[in-house]
């Protein structure tokens, strides 16, 4: 079975401050994929990045990042310098070989504060 | 190109009516998921269909819910005989049939509320 954990349930930063989400996943494939999304207020779902795992390289777009690893079945998102805009919640998903389900964690709901 | 489309984006049913929501796949696409998402939580996989075929259904409650994407036309998530327990987000997502690019992308999804 996969479960995707987003322990954290609310986090509130000051603008222009930095801010990481964290993501912890369980699968026994050996080959799966990991997701982060995006439901603004509007409700809508925004694909942020996908990344399968035989690829550890960190990723870096724009002010966010995101630091997968492994050894520690994490996969964590880092938005740097955080605008209003980002206020958001963010959800952390999983999938196996490809065009399967996704699960998906609980979500953490980020509030940016001008 | 368009993206996901679903509609309605809200729909009010009263207990025991019938639900229909639509969802047209991107261009390409050939791949459909529906989701759920109850109120403050996170979305739960229903059903994963591709054209004429269900695949995964595991998801899918017991009674009362279907889903079918005919040869032509939208993706149907039909719910008979709602209850006020299906009020809830309904997302749509496609992908292509490439199994290299499996990212899912997601409609604006529907609303539904039971009265």
């Known amino acids: 079975a996969q479960k995707v954990t987003q322990a954290q349930t609310e986090i509130s930063v000051v603008e222009k401050e930095d801010v990481t989400l964290d993501c912890v996943y369980e699968?026994?494939?050996?080959?799966?994929?990991l997701f982060w999304y995006k439901q603004p207020p509007s409700g809508e779902l925004v694909f942020l990045i996908r990344r399968n795992s035989f690829d550890e390289q960190n990723e870096i777009s724009g002010r966010y990042s995101w630091n997968f690893q492994k050894s520690t079945s994490s996969f964590n998102f880092t938005i740097t310098a955080s605008q209003v805009v980002d206020s958001a919640v963010y959800f952390c998903?999983?999938?196996?070989?490809?065009?399967?389900?996704?699960?998906f964690g609980t979500g953490t709901r980020l509030t940016i504060i001008p | 190109n368009a993206g996901v489309m679903q509609n309605p984006r809200h729909l009010v049913r009263r207990r025991g009516q019938e639900a229909r929501l639509r969802c047209s796949p991107m261009k390409g696409h050939s791949h459909v998921y529906w989701y759920r998402q109850l109120p403050e939580e996170g979305l739960k996989f229903m059903v994963y269909?591709?054209?004429?075929?269900?695949?995964?259904e595991s998801g899918m409650p017991k009674e009362r819910f279907s889903a079918e994407f005919p040869k032509e036309g939208p993706s149907i998530l039909r719910i008979q005989q709602v209850v006020r327990g299906d009020s809830a987000a309904y997302f749509c997502?496609?992908?292509?049939?490439?199994?290299?690019?499996?990212?899912?992308?997601f409609g604006p999804g529907t609303r539904l509320t039971v009265l």
């Open positions: 269909l591709q054209k004429e075929n269900i695949i995964d």
């Open positions: 998903a999983l999938s196996g070989r490809g065009n399967e389900k996704l699960t």
């Open positions: 699968t026994r494939d050996t080959t799966y994929y």
């Open positions: 997502a496609s992908s292509p049939p490439d199994r290299i690019t499996d990212t899912q992308y």
